[in-house]
C-alpha cells in the first residue's frame, strides 16, 4: 500500500477523530489519503490556531490531538502550540511536510531543518526516512505523548516518502499503567501528616490531567484538611466545596498566602514547576510532600522534604485508607481566612460602573453558565482576576494557560472545547490584544457552524504590560493601540456582534446569547483602574489575620 496510507490507517489505529490544519504541497499525499478515512480534517485559517485547537482537544480527553502544517513557514507557525502544548503538560502530535529527501530538484528552497528545531520544545521530533517504519514511529510517539509527563510530539513525513510503496503493519494501542509508591514512602507521608498541626492541601494541573477527582475528594471529606488550588488544577475538586480557601493566581501576598504561610504542612498533589509558583518555599519553613506521577524537580522555590511517586489516584486511595483525622489538627485560622478572601473577592461583583470591572463581567459569566459550561481564557491580566474569583464546578471548566501563558490561544480553545463537547455551553474570554493575534479563527468557527460565544474586554492596550508597568513604577508607554470595530468584524465573518453601553446591558446580552445558534462576539469595554490598587498595593500591604 500506499505509505500515506499506511500513515492514515496508523492515526486512525491510535483512535484520532480530528485533525486540525494548513496542508501544503508537502502534504498533498497524506490529504488525498485523508479523504476516505474515519477522521474528520478541520481546515483552519492560522497553524497556530490548529496547534491551539489539537492542543485543547488532548487536554479535554486524555488522547492525542493531532495538527498538520506544510514545510518551513507552515512549520515555524507551530513552534508556539507546540511549546504551549509541552510546558501544558498536554498530549499533541504535529505532522509536517517535507521537499523530497532522496532527490530534489528545488535546492534549499523553503527547507530548514525542522525536526532540530522541534527537539527542544517537544518529547520526540522525528523525519520518517522509510516508509515501513510509520507504523513504529507513530506508535512510539503516540505512546511518548501521553506518558506522563504528556506533552507535544513532532513527525516529518517527505512527500517522496509519503509515495512510497510499503507493506502494510499496524502495532496494538496497550494501555501503560503507573506503579504505586512504596508502603515506606506512604508511612513517611503518614508520619508527616500526624506530626503537623496546621496541614493544608495543594491541587495542581497533574491532578486535572488524569481526573483524579474523586480520589481526591475522598481524602479532603474523611480528613477535613482545607485545600487550594493552582490555576491550573482548577475544578479537580469542587470550589464550592466548604473547604476550599482558593486559589492561587499570584505567587505570595494574596489573602490566601496568610493561611499557606501559617501551614506546617502542604500536601502537593499534582504540581510541577513549570506552572507560576503557587507559592515559595523558604528554608525552615512549611515542609512540602510531593504527590505527582514522577518525584519532584528542585529548584530555588521548591524543594520538597517527601516524594510519593507512582499514580496520584491509588497513592491517594492508600493514604486516604491509611490516614485518621487528628484532634490536634487546627484548621480555625484557615476558615477565618477564608472568610476574609471571600469578603475581597466578592466586593466588586456588582459594582455598576461602566466601562466594567473584570471582577463584575466574571461574576456575570459565571452566572450564566451552568457548572458544566466551559470558559477558555486568552492570556492577559483578567486570568488572575478569573484565576482567583472565578469558581469552578468541575474540572476542565476553566481552561487557562499558566505554564507558556501565551496569547492568541482563547478563540482556538472554545473551538475545540466546543467540538469536544457540542452539547455544552462554551464562552471564550480574550483580551483585545490576544484576540487580534488570532482573530481569523472566527471565519472557521461560522464555518464549523459552532455555537459559540467569544468576549472581548477591550482596553486599547497591552493590559497586562501596563500593569507591570505601572507597578515597577514606569510612565505608560508603548502599550496602546487601536482597534477594529470589532462588531462590523464579527458580522463580516457571518457572526452576530454587540457593544453593550451598560453593566446591565452586558447581562442581558450575554443571558440571550448563550442560548443562541451561530458565533457571538460582544465587545466589552473593560476598565483596569482597580489592578494596580488591588493586586499591587492592597495586597501587598494587607495585614493578615492574628
Given at each position: 500500500?500506499?505509505?500515506?496510507?499506511?500513515?492514515?490507517?496508523?492515526?486512525?489505529?491510535?483512535?484520532?477523530?480530528?485533525?486540525?490544519?494548513?496542508?501544503?504541497?508537502?502534504?498533498?499525499?497524506?490529504?488525498?489519503?485523508?479523504?476516505?478515512?474515519?477522521?474528520?480534517?478541520?481546515?483552519?485559517?492560522?497553524?497556530?490556531?490548529?496547534?491551539?485547537?489539537?492542543?485543547?482537544?488532548?487536554?479535554?480527553?486524555?488522547?492525542?490531538?493531532?495538527?498538520?502544517?506544510?514545510?518551513?513557514?507552515?512549520?515555524?507557525?507551530?513552534?508556539?502550540?507546540?511549546?504551549?502544548?509541552?510546558?501544558?503538560?498536554?498530549?499533541?502530535?504535529?505532522?509536517?511536510?517535507?521537499?523530497?529527501?532522496?532527490?530534489?530538484?528545488?535546492?534549499?528552497?523553503?527547507?530548514?531543518?525542522?525536526?532540530?528545531?522541534?527537539?527542544?520544545?517537544?518529547?520526540?521530533?522525528?523525519?520518517?526516512?522509510?516508509?515501513?517504519?510509520?507504523?513504529?514511529?507513530?506508535?512510539?510517539?503516540?505512546?511518548?505523548?501521553?506518558?506522563?509527563?504528556?506533552?507535544?510530539?513532532?513527525?516529518?513525513?517527505?512527500?517522496?516518502?509519503?509515495?512510497?510503496?510499503?507493506?502494510?503493519?499496524?502495532?496494538?494501542?496497550?494501555?501503560?499503567?503507573?506503579?504505586?509508591?512504596?508502603?515506606?514512602?506512604?508511612?513517611?507521608?503518614?508520619?508527616?501528616?500526624?506530626?503537623?498541626?496546621?496541614?493544608?492541601?495543594?491541587?495542581?494541573?497533574?491532578?486535572?490531567?488524569?481526573?483524579?477527582?474523586?480520589?481526591?475528594?475522598?481524602?479532603?471529606?474523611?480528613?477535613?484538611?482545607?485545600?487550594?488550588?493552582?490555576?491550573?488544577?482548577?475544578?479537580?475538586?469542587?470550589?464550592?466545596?466548604?473547604?476550599?480557601?482558593?486559589?492561587?493566581?499570584?505567587?505570595?501576598?494574596?489573602?490566601?498566602?496568610?493561611?499557606?504561610?501559617?501551614?506546617?504542612?502542604?500536601?502537593?498533589?499534582?504540581?510541577?514547576?513549570?506552572?507560576?509558583?503557587?507559592?515559595?518555599?523558604?528554608?525552615?519553613?512549611?515542609?512540602?510532600?510531593?504527590?505527582?506521577?514522577?518525584?519532584?524537580?528542585?529548584?530555588?522555590?521548591?524543594?520538597?522534604?517527601?516524594?510519593?511517586?507512582?499514580?496520584?489516584?491509588?497513592?491517594?486511595?492508600?493514604?486516604?485508607?491509611?490516614?485518621?483525622?487528628?484532634?490536634?489538627?487546627?484548621?480555625?485560622?484557615?476558615?477565618?481566612?477564608?472568610?476574609?478572601?471571600?469578603?475581597?473577592?466578592?466586593?466588586?461583583?456588582?459594582?455598576?460602573?461602566?466601562?466594567?470591572?473584570?471582577?463584575?463581567?466574571?461574576?456575570?459569566?459565571?452566572?450564566?453558565?451552568?457548572?458544566?459550561?466551559?470558559?477558555?481564557?486568552?492570556?492577559?491580566?483578567?486570568?488572575?482576576?478569573?484565576?482567583?474569583?472565578?469558581?469552578?464546578?468541575?474540572?476542565?471548566?476553566?481552561?487557562?494557560?499558566?505554564?507558556?501563558?501565551?496569547?492568541?490561544?482563547?478563540?482556538?480553545?472554545?473551538?475545540?472545547?466546543?467540538?469536544?463537547?457540542?452539547?455544552?455551553?462554551?464562552?471564550?474570554?480574550?483580551?483585545?490584544?490576544?484576540?487580534?493575534?488570532?482573530?481569523?479563527?472566527?471565519?472557521?468557527?461560522?464555518?464549523?457552524?459552532?455555537?459559540?460565544?467569544?468576549?472581548?474586554?477591550?482596553?486599547?492596550?497591552?493590559?497586562?504590560?501596563?500593569?507591570?508597568?505601572?507597578?515597577?513604577?514606569?510612565?505608560?508607554?508603548?502599550?496602546?493601540?487601536?482597534?477594529?470595530?470589532?462588531?462590523?468584524?464579527?458580522?463580516?465573518?457571518?457572526?452576530?456582534?454587540?457593544?453593550?453601553?451598560?453593566?446591565?446591558?452586558?447581562?442581558?446580552?450575554?443571558?440571550?446569547?448563550?442560548?443562541r445558534k451561530g458565533v457571538h462576539l460582544i465587545d466589552l469595554a473593560v476598565d483596569y483602574s482597580l489592578n494596580h490598587a488591588i493586586l499591587n498595593e492592597l495586597l501587598k500591604n494587607k495585614t493578615c489575620l492574628t
Open positions: 500500500m500506499k505509505a500515506s496510507d499506511l500513515f492514515i490507517k496508523a492515526l486512525e489505529n491510535e483512535g484520532v477523530e480530528y485533525i486540525f490544519g494548513i496542508p501544503g504541497e508537502e502534504n498533498l499525499d497524506l490529504l488525498n489519503s485523508l479523504q476516505d478515512s474515519s477522521i474528520q480534517f478541520i481546515l483552519t485559517r492560522h497553524e497556530q490556531g490548529a496547534g491551539f485547537m489539537a492542543a485543547t482537544y488532548g487536554r479535554l480527553t486524555g488522547k492525542v490531538g493531532v495538527c498538520m502544517a506544510t514545510l518551513g513557514p507552515g512549520a515555524t507557525n507551530l513552534v508556539t502550540p507546540a511549546a504551549y502544548a509541552n510546558l501544558g503538560g498536554i498530549p499533541m502530535l504535529m505532522i509536517t511536510g517535507q521537499k523530497p529527501i532522496k532527490k530534489s530538484k528545488q535546492g534549499r528552497f523553503q527547507i530548514i531543518d525542522v525536526v532540530h528545531m522541534m527537539e527542544p520544545i517537544t518529547k520526540c521530533s522525528k523525519q520518517v526516512v522509510n516508509g515501513n517504519n510509520i507504523a513504529a514511529v507513530l506508535r512510539q510517539s503516540f505512546k511518548l505523548a501521553v506518558q506522563e509527563r504528556p506533552g507535544a510530539v513532532h513527525i516529518e513525513l517527505p512527500e517522496d516518502i509519503a509515495r512510497e510503496e510499503v507493506d502494510e503493519q499496524l502495532f496494538p494501542v496497550r494501555k501503560t499503567y503507573y506503579p504505586i509508591a512504596r508502603n515506606e514512602s506512604l508511612q513517611n507521608a503518614l508520619k508527616m501528616l500526624y506530626e503537623a498541626k496546621m496541614p493544608l492541601v495543594l491541587i495542581g494541573a497533574g491532578a486535572n490531567r488524569r481526573c483524579i477527582g474523586s480520589a481526591m475528594k475522598e481524602f479532603i471529606d474523611k480528613l477535613g484538611i482545607p485545600f487550594f488550588m493552582t490555576q491550573m488544577g482548577k475544578g479537580v475538586v469542587s470550589e464550592f466545596h466548604p473547604l476550599y480557601l482558593g486559589t492561587a493566581a499570584l505567587s505570595e501576598n494574596d489573602y490566601l498566602h496568610c493561611a499557606i504561610d501559617r501551614a506546617d504542612l502542604i500536601i502537593n498533589v499534582g504540581h510541577d514547576i513549570i506552572e507560576k509558583p503557587p507559592f515559595i518555599m523558604r528554608q525552615g519553613g512549611t515542609k512540602v510532600i510531593h504527590i505527582n506521577f514522577s518525584p519532584s524537580s528542585v529548584d530555588d522555590t521548591y524543594f520538597p522534604q517527601l516524594d510519593v511517586t507512582g499514580d496520584v489516584a491509588r497513592n491517594l486511595n492508600s493514604l486516604t485508607q491509611l490516614t485518621q483525622k487528628q484532634e490536634h489538627w487546627d484548621f480555625t485560622y484557615f476558615m477565618r481566612i477564608k472568610d476574609q478572601s471571600q469578603a475581597h473577592i466578592v466586593k466588586y461583583f456588582k459594582d455598576e460602573r461602566f466601562p466594567i470591572l473584570p471582577q463584575r463581567a466574571l461574576k456575570d459569566i459565571r452566572d450564566v453558565l451552568p457548572k458544566d459550561g466551559i470558559l477558555t481564557l486568552d492570556n492577559g491580566i483578567y486570568k488572575i482576576w478569573f484565576a482567583r474569583n472565578y469558581k469552578c464546578y468541575l474540572p476542565h471548566t476553566l481552561l487557562l494557560d499558566n505554564a507558556l501563558a501565551t496569547m492568541g490561544a482563547g478563540l482556538a480553545s472554545a473551538m475545540a472545547a466546543k467540538i469536544v463537547h457540542p452539547d455544552k455551553k462554551v464562552i471564550a474570554v480574550c483580551g483585545d490584544g490576544g484576540f487580534m493575534m488570532n482573530a481569523q479563527e472566527l471565519e472557521t468557527a461560522v464555518r464549523l457552524e459552532l455555537d459559540l460565544v467569544v468576549i472581548i474586554l477591550n482596553d486599547s492596550a497591552y493590559g497586562m504590560i501596563k500593569w507591570k508597568q505601572e507597578g515597577m513604577g514606569f510612565d505608560h508607554f508603548g502599550l496602546d493601540f487601536k482597534n477594529p470595530d470589532f462588531v462590523q468584524y464579527a458580522k463580516a465573518y457571518g457572526a452576530m456582534g454587540y457593544r453593550p453601553t451598560s453593566c446591565d446591558e452586558f447581562g442581558s446580552i450575554l443571558n440571550d446569547v448563550i442560548d
